[in-house]
């Protein structure tokens, strides 16, 4: 995405020269911190700076030597970035919680010249560096009084910085909207989820799956939502005292449906209402007991921890990596210590304490038994999910089902895309627990004019979750041409809304129906879009469903062919990935891959760029890094094509390294959908249904719908962290339809972050970096609009809303973010949840 040049900053401007940083993993390990190692060493190498690891965390740095704390060279975390666990190590340490175990600490680090720590763990692990930070200056002083260290080292090293990244695959710190290696622990839940289907359905058994979560039940809850569980137990939200006989009820009645298997998921700090513990066990005897069924438990246990990071934690680590350099580099002695946070698309610093502070609030809450208060606290994703799971899990007894009498049609365009069946299965249950009558329509546009629609109940979609590709097929027809046809079909079964779930070709089909409301009034209804391809370019959206899949096919994919050169020395590989026009798998999967370059149509490159990236393969040759990886989108350049790269390589390079080609081509759009989609498929399409509700009351007039305005035709999009329904006639404007690509795109600002980590000189764009200080302006309502208005600062978002929430009337809130063009107004009451 275009920025001003003056946010623009040229690392010369950042310079590391003189500084020593260093950087230890702490605590449980969590897939992904290697990313972030990596990250952090490449980083401070580019600016100038020396980077030490400290090996087994905290005990390293007390113990000291040369094993422990080591210089970092580029090429030592080189082929780190697919591997779990972390590879420095990392230990509990009580030594360190001793002040004389500091006190060895602060030694060994001086005898070095380290005065920056990047610390990757959870709260305790941050909560523990930044003692240390405030203790420093007197664990100087007390070295110089012992005669360990002089007095001019103590002033040259008077101040120690330190920046935090959160590495959990609990997801249980406030801040952040994900933590390092989350996403990677879904993965392999919803994988043995996956095997365990099959077996269960085989023998009508039910299944309690036993998933890591002491104090949070992040992972019980998204992985229960993506794996469409009967039950699901976690500690923030205990069950209703007599859960047992609702549970047995639940179990019973879906058994009674024809369904074959029954998954319930217990987070291991589940707990009653009154605090007593609720074990996987517990409820595999409460079952066989009431129901008789046959029951298996599968703990999990470290599993969770284990395995290839996901794309998604792979890119996260590396930008935090990054990030937490930068503000190493502009940190003074008087800046509070930060962790760096994911906040929608952006990196950016906190305060540390204070969200140490916010996540100990969770866990007060709880112990409180202010079970409502802990949830709230945790965030409004995790609020979401649990809303979400509760709507399409639990199905009311049909005397207790609204009765609305509209015919809602579902229908998937375009490419398949991982995720279209989740978003389906969740359409259909949410549309029925509101009273319509769901429709599924096979063959997109196609299927709709020939007739192919029929209704879709409850059952029918039951184990779509994880289910890749479209169930109910799709097309790339447009509706255009058959317009007739389809006015005439939906007239025939009464159609009151559709529901679109596909790329590029259903954001077209929509323009098109809106504009044929003007001749045929069966379009003058609601119709909102929720996007589903691989190519992730629909405008309106930052993201959509199947791109999370295809990127971790993609990195998957280069992983096994970068291992395949590990025999064989100097080897270049050239990788072609799909997309159309949009560089975003090209470009994110670049980075998550550990690309050297990626060729993309919005970065335009000629013969010198390729020349130099040659040669600049020719120059990592000499290293001990003997293998090259370059992607190259399938549409960048009609002239420079994957062959013409791969013979300009193999001539350019031969005497110094080989070539060899793979077009990923379908492999990318197939196989189960990740976590990531299964989740995003549910919740976008949930609220698109909820959405049709609503309009289709507003709409309803004399008898009938009749929705003609702009904002009855929208397209549903992730925008940074909101889900923002938009008219699409307003999105023609953010269209580049030659190409079919949105005319700006944020995944742009990952570009030179690849470059960096693969030794380009590049610039790189710090517009969304730094401390996330909002400037908040409080005035009451309009009644008193002329009342002056008191400028507040709050560099926390849950401080902010706390604020909100102590203000007993309705206000306006105008928040700048400091490093943002925008000024967002936001209108909300006492009880509205803060989230910026």
């Not at 209804?525 to 992730?536: C, D, E, G, I, R």
């Not at 560099?795 to 009337?809: F, I, N, P």
Request: proline share 3%; hydrophobic share 40%.
């Amino acid at each position: 995405m275009a920025q001003p040049d003056s946010k623009k900053v040229f690392f010369e401007n950042l310079t590391g020269a003189g500084k020593a940083i260093a950087v230890l993993t702490s605590g449980g390990d969590a897939q992904g911190m290697n990313a972030a190692v990596r990250a952090v060493v490449r980083m401070g190498i580019y600016v100038g700076a020396k980077v030490y690891f400290i090996r087994e965390g905290y005990q390293g740095m007390v113990d000291g030597g040369e094993d422990n704390i080591k210089e970092a060279t580029w090429e030592s975390v080189s082929s780190m970035l697919q591997v779990g666990g972390t590879v420095i190590g990392s230990a509990r340490c009580k030594e360190f919680r001793t002040h004389e175990g500091r006190l060895k600490a602060a030694h060994n680090l001086v005898a070095r010249g380290i005065t920056n720590l990047c610390v990757i763990g959870g709260d305790g692990s941050l909560t523990g560096a930044n003692l240390f930070r405030e203790e420093w200056s007197g664990l100087l002083a007390e070295l110089v009084e012992q005669g360990l260290i002089d007095g001019d080292a103590a002033q040259r090293h008077s101040a120690l910085h330190i920046v935090g990244m959160v590495g959990s695959i609990d997801n249980d710190f406030c801040g952040t909207d994900m933590t390092i290696g989350t996403d990677s622990a879904l993965h392999r839940i919803i994988e043995v989820v996956d095997a365990i289907m099959t077996t269960a359905q085989s023998h009508q058994r039910t299944f309690v799956l036993e998933v890591m979560g002491r104090h949070c039940g992040y992972l019980a809850l998204v992985s229960a939502l993506a794996c469409g569980a009967d039950w699901v137990l976690i500690p923030e939200m205990p069950p209703e005292d007599g859960w047992e006989d609702k549970m047995c009820q639940k179990l019973s009645a879906t058994r009674s449906r024809g369904t074959r298997l029954n998954i319930i998921i217990v987070a291991e700090g589940a707990i009653d209402r009154h605090g007593k513990a609720i074990t996987s066990s517990i409820v595999k005897d409460l079952v066989v007991k009431c129901l008789g069924f046959d029951t298996r438990v599968t703990i999990l246990g470290h599993v969770q921890r284990g395995g290839t990071p996901s794309a998604f934690d792979r890119i996260l680590a590396s930008r935090m990596g990054v990030e937490a350099v930068m503000a190493l580099l502009e940190t003074t002695a008087n800046t509070p210590a930060c962790v760096v946070s994911l906040c929608g698309n952006q990196s950016v610093r906190l305060p540390l304490m204070e969200c140490v502070q916010m996540t100990q609030e969770v866990q007060k809450a709880m112990d409180e038994k202010k079970f409502e208060d802990a949830v709230k606290l945790r965030g409004r994703s995790f609020e979401n999910n649990l809303r979400t799971y509760k709507l399409l899990a639990h199905r009311k007894p049909e005397s207790e089902l609204p009765t609305s009498n509209f015919n809602v049609a579902v229908l998937n365009v375009g490419a398949p895309a991982a995720g279209m069946n989740a978003a389906v299965r969740s359409a259909v249950r949410v549309g029925i627990s509101e009273g319509h009558k769901m429709f599924a329509v096979n063959d997109g546009f196609e299927g709709l004019y020939k007739g192919q629609i029929k209704e879709i109940k409850w059952a029918d979609v039951g184990g779509w979750t994880g289910q890749g590709g479209s169930l109910l097929g799709t097309k790339r027809t447009l509706p255009a041409k058959h317009v007739d046809k389809i006015a005439e079909q939906m007239r025939l079964h009464n159609i009151n809304a559709l529901l679109v779930i596909g790329g590029f070709e259903a954001y077209l089909s929509l323009l098109e129906l809106l504009e044929a409301r003007g001749t045929h009034e069966e379009f003058c209804v609601p119709m909102v879009m929720v996007p589903a391809t691989v190519s992730n370019n629909v405008p309106g959206s930052d993201l959509s469903v199947g791109a999370d899949t295809a990127l971790n096919a993609i990195t998957t994919t280069c992983d096994r062919i970068k291992q395949s050169a590990s025999g064989t020395k100097r080897r270049v590989f050239i990788i072609e990935t799909m997309g159309g026009y949009c560089g975003y798998l090209a470009s994110v999967g670049g980075l998550a891959a550990g690309a050297d370059a990626a060729y993309i149509y919005e970065e335009p490159f000629d013969i010198r760029d390729l020349q130099s990236n040659v040669e600049h393969l020719t120059e990592k040759m000499k290293t001990s890094i003997q293998r090259g990886l370059v992607l190259r989108n399938e549409n960048s350049n009609e002239n420079y094509t994957t062959d013409f790269i791969y013979q300009l390589y193999s001539e350019e390079g031969r005497g110094v390294f080989d070539c060899r080609k793979n077009v990923l081509g379908h492999m990318q759009q197939g196989g189960a959908p990740s976590p990531f989609d299964r989740n995003f498929g549910t919740k976008i399409s949930a609220k698109a249904m909820q959405w049709i509700s609503k309009k289709l009351v507003e709409t309803f007039r004399q008898g009938r719908v009749f929705a003609n305005t702009e904002d009855s035709c929208c397209l549903l999009g992730m925008r940074r962290r909101n889900l923002v329904f938009q008219p699409v006639v307003q999105l023609k404007g953010d269209t580049d339809f030659v190409h079919r690509i949105p005319k700006e795109q944020w995944w742009l600002k990952l570009r030179p972050l690849m470059k960096i980590l693969a030794k380009y000189k590049t610039s790189y764009d710090v517009s969304d970096s730094g401390q996330l200080e909002h400037v908040v302006r409080i005035r009451p309502k309009e009644s008193d609009a002329s009342a002056a208005m008191t400028p507040l600062v709050w560099s926390d978002r849950g401080r902010l809303q706390m604020a909100a929430e102590r203000c007993s009337v309705s206000m306006v809130i105008w928040v700048h973010q400091v490093h943002s063009d925008t000024i967002t107004s936001i209108g909300c009451r006492a009880t509205d949840r803060m989230h910026i």
